[in-house]
Every structure is written in C-alpha cells, then in structure tokens.
T-cell receptor, first 113, second 116 residues
Framework: GENVEQHPSTLSVQEGDSAVIKCTYS??????FPWYKQELGKGPQLIID?????GEKKDQRIAVTLNKTAKHFSLHITETQPEDSAVYFC????????????FGQGTTLQVKP | GAGVSQSPSNKVTEKGKDVELRCDPI?????LYWYRQRLGQGLEFLIY????????KSGLPSDRFSAERTGESVSTLTIQRTQQEDSAVYLC??????????????FGEGSRLTVL
C-alpha cells in the first residue's frame, strides 16, 4: 500500500523566517496531495492542496510544490507568525477508486516571537 | 451550518469493556472517514465509507474494531474488549467528494478514549 514519510518531525523557526516541510510517497500513480494544520485539541483543517497535473500552488504565505518524478511534495510557509505554530500533516490519495487518504506522521512547527 | 460532530468527546473505560463512538457528518456529505491518533503521533486510517458502496475497511487493526454507517448519515465505530493500546483520539471526517475525486476532509474534534 501507499507509504508516506514526512520530515522533519519538529521544526523551530524565528518569527518572520520561512519554514519548509517535505513528504515523500511511494505510489507513482498518486494524484492528490493535501496539507492539514492541527491546533491543540482540535481536528485537522485543510490549508492547501495540489493535484498531480500541477507543479506548484500558492495561497498568500503558503505554497505547495510537487515533484512527481522524485515522488515528493513540500509545504512552504513564508514570513512565519506565532499563530502558525501547530502540527502540520501531509496526506496522499492513491490511484484507486477508494477515497482513502494516507497521512504523514506530522511536523510540530514552533514559531518563536 | 454545523460541522462534523463526534460523541462522546471523552470516554474512560476499563480494559475488556466495549465502547461505541458516534459521528454525525456534515449534511449531504457522501464520504465519511475514521482515523485513530495516538498521543503525539500521526493519523492512522481505519475505515472509509462512500455512499452506498462497500466500505474500505483496510485500516481496521483487528476484528475487535468495526464500524457502520446508515445511508449517508450517522456512523458508529465500535471497539470490543478494549485494550490499553486502544487509548487514542478517534477522529471522524466527512467530505462532499470521494472515490477518485477526493477533496477536502472536514474533521470533528475527536473522541478521546482512555482504557484503564
């Protein structure tokens, strides 16, 4: 089945710096790659997603890049703010007709003021 | 409109007891997911329902775990003969899109299960 690896597991940056989180996947037919943000005590929320026919997508301070050849995709957060502190999860949807999403292990991002 | 609602929010039970967790998805959402999240860890897929299709049960860890969904509404996740390693937050999510056109999942706040 699909295997998703996420790195780093923890990331600490100064306010205003950029943060990058990377995920690799195993199924070359995977076609949908969302990123979720989880704040303490809450369920994850979608922050950005990308489909396999696009190489990059940007939404204000957040961007996602996809390299299908290398089977990895990355989340980029620029001008980080303390409220960006949370756990971030990547996820992968495989090529089958099932809607199953496989999540990475998560990255705890701390933005220091 | 209301989001995904899960109950109970917290459940403490004794080892060996059965528990039932409930999920009310967003109205009209055909896809429903259950995930398990152990403390400080990622989301572990358990089961996926899409409309009237047969559910994808490939993530259920043992035959003590089962889930049902009535049509496109409420779902219950049942854990029989609970064990301490079942302690986790159980997250439910629903989506208006599924199958090969999977889109945004809307998560509830989870049911925290503690098995003593």
């Amino acid at each position: 089945g699909e295997n998703v690896e996420q790195h780093p597991s923890t990331l600490s940056v100064q306010e205003g710096d950029s943060a990058v989180i990377k995920c690799t996947y195993s199924d070359s037919a995977s076609n949908y790659f969302p990123w979720y943000k989880q704040e303490l005590g809450k369920g994850p929320q979608l922050i950005i997603d990308i489909r396999s026919n696009v190489g990059e997508k940007k939404d204000q301070r957040i961007a996602v890049t996809l390299n299908k050849t290398a089977k990895h995709f990355s989340l980029h957060i620029t001008e980080t703010q303390p409220e960006d502190s949370a756990v971030y999860f990547c996820a992968v949807h495989g090529s089958s007709n099932t809607g199953k999403l496989i999540f990475g292990q998560g990255t705890t991002l701390q933005v220091k003021p | 409109g209301a989001g995904v609602s899960q109950s109970p929010s917290n459940k403490v039970t004794e080892k060996g007891k059965d528990v039932e967790l409930r999920c009310d998805p967003i109205s009209g959402h055909t896809a429903l997911y259950w995930y398990r999240q152990r403390l400080g860890q990622g989301l572990e897929f358990l089961i996926y329902f899409q409309g009237n299709s047969a559910p994808d049960k490939s993530g259920l860890p043992s035959d003590r775990f089962s889930a049902e969904r009535t049509g496109e509404s409420v779902s219950t996740l049942t854990i029989q003969r609970t064990q301490q390693e079942d302690s986790a937050v159980y997250l439910c999510a629903s989506s208006s899109r599924g199958g090969g056109n999977t889109g945004e999942l809307f998560f509830g706040e989870g049911s925290r299960l503690t098995v003593l």
